[in-house]
């Protein structure tokens, strides 16, 4: 029986290895983590993350040819393909700060892999890392191998969170990049014959390590530059009377653009799209590609200009303070259907409200109080590290309240900032939040999901971004 192991127990190892466990029933696949909490959470009915579908298929496999353990050293010795899926944060200190990507836990999950191995192994980059990493992690395992032969593969994931377990069973392409050598194509074949249980032949394209590796960067630099288009878009559709929404459907009409990723909201937001277009700057300006890598910094630029404008905009509407004032924030997670707060844009709005000294009331379905609370107090990038390394415990904030759900979160609030496209928000009882506010009551919609019409003849003053707006609003200025 051929056994997998995958290191990290996060956002991509637990249901990448789900779904191959289900898949690949004569496969046996070991998940493991040096986290206790994280390990009892995948053995538990309360799953550590939340995703549609990662539930049923967790329960039906566990225990059959799915395990989870903190016995790292134990499955990685056993397994014949070792998946390393740890975290890479963006460097805080040191050469690189602020956006280079800190291999400290690859290259150790390397070191502990040539330690214990007692067989050949396949050793899979499932991380995000930059690229040249797989060069940097074949030469410690080459150097401490023992006689051991280990081969390194490229298998970049891309899941987008919320539709992780369809993008797994139905994927638009599964990328393996290995050496161009007997022994990489040999390994390359081992990983494809896996994926071939489920993925037709034709959607696993095998390329040389260092384009797999550059793929994901641009593959996520590409889709977060559209964000920032139809964002940059909707300022000017704001400043000239025009409707971001048309002008995103007419322009995605073009076959040549397409529809998707063209919805103007607050920014962007989750684990990979910032870190990844600052480690292609890093990679850029290493290479003497200043121009490159100042291209793709602008996409940063405008994500972060959006999530200022916005605050901006709340604070000029109701009258240029909102100091003292309730503030109901709808929505924490950086996008629908999940419970992932890393890097999302209600992090800095919020930071941004509360620096003007308001009173957050905060309702999301799926993000803990001690989560939401933890991350209002991290410094940035701290979220990428280890939970054990993290800040102990949140920092008090008593401007803010986690409320359990969207009425109690509105009751008496000055204003609604809806900054999480959650279904749920598109069919509250805004008549009966309307009653319950304070006057005049204001709706800031990042998302772009309320009925505007509905909601102004209630009597709410509404601003949706790149939307017409509001006579109130015309009279305010756009920037406080």
């Known amino acids: 029986m051929v056994k997998i192991c995958c290191i990290g127990a996060g956002y991509v190892g637990g249901p990448t290895m789900a779904v191959i466990a289900l898949k690949c029933p004569k496969i046996e696949v070991a998940v493991v983590d040096i986290s206790l909490p994280r390990i009892n959470a995948w053995n538990s009915d309360q799953l550590p993350i939340y995703e549609p579908g990662l539930d049923e298929i967790v329960k039906q496999c566990r225990g059959e040819n799915l395990f989870f353990s903190t016995d790292v050293e134990k499955h990685v010795s056993e397994a014949d393909i070792v998946f390393v899926s740890v975290n890479t944060p963006t460097k805080t200190q040191g050469l690189g700060a602020g956006k280079a990507a800190d291999l400290t836990y690859w290259e150790s999950a390397a070191r502990m892999i040539a330690d214990v191995s007692k067989s050949d192994k396949i050793v899979v980059e499932k991380s995000t890392v930059p690229v040249k990493t797989a060069e940097a992690i074949e030469k410690i395992l080459t150097h401490n191998r023992k006689g051991i032969n280990f081969q390194i593969l490229s298998n970049p994931e891309f899941l987008a969170e919320g539709t992780a377990i369809s993008d797994l069973f139905n994927p638009d392409r599964v990328l393996i990049g290995g050496r161009e050598t007997p022994g990489g194509e040999k390994a390359i074949k081992a990983l494809k014959d896996v994926y071939a249980h489920w993925v037709p032949e034709d959607r696993i394209i095998c390329t040389n390590l260092w384009s797999a590796e550059l793929s994901k960067l641009a593959a996520n630099a590409f889709l977060a530059q559209r964000i920032s288009s139809v964002n940059a878009m909707s300022a000017l559709c704001e400043a000239t009377g025009a409707d971001v929404s048309q002008v995103s459907h007419a322009v995605g009409k073009d076959t040549r653009i397409g529809p998707k990723f063209l919805n103007a909201s607050v920014g962007f937001g989750g684990s990979c799209f910032q870190k990844d277009i600052l480690n292609l700057v890093y990679i850029c300006e290493c290479n003497g590609l200043s121009e490159v890598a100042n ?39 950086f996008k629908k259907d999940t419970g992932d707060t890393r890097e999302t844009p209600a992090i800095d709005v919020c930071k941004g409200l509360l620096g003007d000294r308001a009173q957050l009331s905060i309702y999301d379905p799926q993000v803990t109080e001690e989560q939401i609370k933890r991350d209002l107090s991290m410094k940035k990038f701290d979220w990428d590290h280890p939970t054990h390394l993290q800040p102990a415990s ?11 759900d969207a009425y109690a979160a509105a009751k008496d609030a000055h204003a609604i900032c809806i900054l999480t496209e959650w279904e749920e928000f598109k069919s509250l009882d805004y008549q009966k939040i309307f009653d319950e506010m304070q006057k005049p009551a204001f709706i800031f919609d990042g998302r772009n999901i309320v009925d505007l019409e509905k909601l102004r003849k209630i009597g709410f003053i509404v601003y949706s971004i790149g939307k017409p707006l509001d006579s109130w609003l015309k009279d305010m200025p756009a920037v406080a």
């Open 295 to 333: 291209y793709w910094k602008q996409v940063i630029k405008i994500n972060d200009y959006q999530k200022n404008r916005f605050v901006n905009r709340i604070v000029s509407s109701m009258f240029n303070t909102v100091s003292g004032k309730k503030v109901a924030v709808l929505g924490f997670a």
């Open 394 to 404: 949140p920092t008090a904030i008593k401007s803010i309240n986690v409320a359990w």
